[in-house]
């Protein structure tokens, strides 16, 4: 997320459902959570994330690993379901 992104009224990207992937000007639904750290600086149970489509889970995990910050990537949760609206009962 960029200041314009704020600006801009868009969703943090760690919102859930109707979370946008992390590469640069993609704005697909996130599929994927990329969990990495950076050990010249983050303690080593420290996991920050970055949000994936299925399109950039490639080339995201790529950057991560050749950089030696990739921990693991997992799926985003489900969106919770909710009951029947009331009018629908």
């Given at each position: 997320m960029s200041i314009f992104d704020l600006a801009a009224?868009?969703?943090?990207?760690?919102a859930g459902p109707g979370a946008v992937c992390s590469r640069?000007?993609?704005r697909a639904q996130a599929s994927w959570q990329?969990?990495?750290n950076n050990p010249k600086i983050?303690?080593?149970e420290r996991r920050k994330?970055?949000?994936?489509c299925a399109e950039h889970r490639g080339?995201?995990?790529?950057?991560l690993q050749t950089?030696?910050?990739?921990k693991e990537t997992i799926p985003m949760p489900a969106a919770p379901t909710t009951g029947p609206?009331?009018?629908e009962r």
């Open positions: 009224g868009l969703p943090p990207a760690s640069k000007a993609c990329l969990l990495w983050h303690p080593p994330t970055w949000l994936a080339w995201l995990e790529d950057y950089r030696g910050l990739w609206m009331e009018h």
